[in-house]
């Protein structure tokens, strides 16, 4: 059960163990920002906070952002990740509402912009709450360990996506990440950059560990960690 912490009037956030997601309402309905790793009941507890519909919209499809998928009839998620994450098979209640870069989705006076960010999955997105200056990162903006190995990744398009969101920055004055600490300066996305950038020159020393059955490499940063595969 995810412990609830308010935000302001109309925006949550749900501390579900290492992990966290969010529920944003606007003037005609709310949207849950993913969905926990152990919160299968993620939208009854959104409704016990606004009268509205609720729609589910995934920053990316990983298990640790899906748990409360099922109770949903449609994910708003990138169609790779919907597949290439298993969305599709772990939750075959649940049907693809598609969502691409550009898209506006509008909850009453309360437009959230999808931004495409490839890299940590390859449907991954960053989602602008173009009122509330905020953005909602995922999994790609953090203070943690960013997973970066395995068969659903895109570590080639990462650096590009970064550089992407950093274009956007005057439309934004802070960062919800959603492993580690949760609220993060703007300028967060240079700084994993610049970390992903000094890990990519082979500068950064690293240790083996053991992940999910894979050994891979961990690298530590000032800024955040990577977990790479090991070559
Ligand atoms: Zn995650």
Known sequence: MAEVIKIDDN?????D???RFFLVEGDEKAAMIDSGVNCPNALEMAKELTDKPVILINTHGDGDHTSGTNGFSHIYIHPSDYEKCEVNTRYPG????????????????RPLKII??????SGSVAILDVKK????AGDSVQKGHIFMFGNKREPEN?????????SFESEYDLIYASHDECILPKDYVEKVKEAWKLVNSGDVPFEIVELYGNKVRSYTTEYCGFYLEDM
């Open 158 to 166: 990462y650096e590009a996506s970064l550089e992407k969101l950093a």
């Open 17 to 19: 163990g290492f992990v």
């Open 133 to 136: 200056r905020a953005l909602f």
């Open 116 to 121: 495409h960010i490839p890299g940590h999955t």
């Open 94 to 109: 649940t049907d693809l509402k598609e969502i691409n870069d550009g898209d506006v989705i509008d909850l009453g006076n």
């Open 11 to 15: 925006t949550w956030r749900f501390e």
